[in-house]
């Protein structure tokens, strides 16, 4: 099916604003995603410090919404400051680098945004193109401006490219929330092609496991697919074997906080399980994201796997579920090995494996 990306625009008109750049005052405004579905409160932002913070605390995750969260962090870090010279502002930068590169460990987009933005300010400032710091903080705003545009259109892409492993009728198994939320879009990664399909009037539909500790299956995937009349089933992370032997999934499609070289996909906890059940049953397993999400220098040796707070097991929303003094292990991500990888679905195409050899090829970095 031929598809124009400029008509698929007019159909799939994203409702969501979960991240919102203020230009009068410059003020990064984002959709604190922890209340939802049950609220929906904004948090007004004008420092790094407290950017990171947000990061850290879940009020905006997923890992594109993290690295677009993350450039705005760092037009923070200029915009608000008392820097008098360019020099002081590139060090600013550098300092707002690494309080929010700590934010948070797994997310490459994260990494890949503040580098993206520190490496423009330092070419801007040292081949003379600005003069001053409102000049630097103009562009450093375009710059940040540019990742969220390139992330909307590589997401219409991906879902363009994830349309050709969509038949009529098929319902997708997903992971935690790799929707419009998790990318500032409202698009998302493992929902653009269901979302490109139900814009086409292809009829598709989504179970979605319930994603514990944080629920982002059941409060997110659930809350932004109901809004937009995508016919959504939610299941306890625990049926996910059981729906998938019973036939209920066509493929699984999920998004990724890191991929790398060799097709090592890292996403949410619980994706690893889906993959190697949907290797044993037959059933395709996708995993997909945009470029930025790739890490082509790692291993899995060096990739860390972030494990959060136990009370965040010991309770659900703030009520125990469990003894106090129980020892908790709480990784909030997986790896998953290449060999239960069908394909890699990008902006720049479907990567099929050998990963090692096909990856660079696809995405353009031989
Ligand atoms: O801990 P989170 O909610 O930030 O984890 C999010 C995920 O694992 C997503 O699947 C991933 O970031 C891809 S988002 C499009």
């Known amino acids: 099916m031929r ?18 750049w203020r230009d009068e005052d410059n003020t990064l405004i984002l959709l604190d995603q922890r209340k939802l579905p049950f609220e929906e409160v904004y948090v007004e932002l004008r420092d790094p410090v407290s950017t ?28 608000h400051s008392n820097v008098s010279s360019l020099e002081e ?6 300092k707002a680098r690494n309080v929010l590169n700590a934010a948070r460990p797994t997310a490459q987009n994260l990494f890949w945004a503040t580098n993206r933005m520190y490496n423009k300010a330092e070419q801007l400032i040292h081949n003379g193109y600005v003069k001053s ?10 710059e940040a401006r540019a990742i969220f545009d390139e992330e909307f259109e590589a997401e219409l892409k991906m879902g363009v490219y994830g349309l050709e492993k969509i038949s ?10 790799a929707g419009g939320l998790a990318t500032g ?13 139900h814009a086409l009037g292809i009829r598709v539909s989504v179970i979605a496991p319930e994603t514990r500790p944080w629920l982002q299956g059941a409060r997110l995937t659930v809350y932004e697919l109901m809004a937009d009349g995508i016919p959504v089933t939610l299941i306890t992370d625990t049926a996910v074997g059981y729906v998938m032997y019973k ?24 994706t690893f399980k889906e993959a190697v059940i949907a290797h044993e049953l037959g059933i395709p397993f996708y995993a997909i994201a945009p470029s930025s999400t790739f890490d082509l220098k790692s291993t899995v040796n060096d990739v860390k796997i972030e494990e959060r707070d136990p009370d965040e097991v010991r309770k659900i929303r703030g009520v125990p579920i469990t003894l106090e003094g129980v020892r908790v292990f709480n990784p909030v991500f997986d790896v998953t090995p290449p060999k239960y990888v069908t394909a ?16 660079p090829k696809v995405l353009g970095v031989e």
């Open 89 to 94: 502002a590139l060090n600013e930068l550098s």
């Open 52 to 79: 990171a913070d947000a990061i850290k605390q879940m009020i905006v995750r997923g890992a594109p919404a993290i690295g677009i969260t993350a450039a705005y962090g760092m037009v923070l870090a200029v915009a």
């Open 168 to 177: 009529d009728g098929d319902t997708i198994l997903t992971q935690c929330n």
């Open 185 to 197: 879009t409202g698009i998302g990664t493992a929902t653009a092609p269901v979302r490109v399909a």
């Open 344 to 359: 890699l679905i990008t902006e720049k195409g479907i990567i099929y494996p050998p990963f090692e050899k096909n990856v």
């Open 133 to 142: 710091i409102k000049e630097l903080v103009d562009e450093l705003k375009a």
């Open 247 to 270: 036939g209920m999934v066509s493929s699984v499609m999920v998004g990724a906080d890191r991929i790398l070289r060799d097709g090592h996909v890292y996403n949410k906890i619980g």
């Open 3 to 20: 598809i124009d990306l400029e008509e698929l625009k007019n159909k799939i008109k994203p409702k969501l604003r979960p991240i919102i």
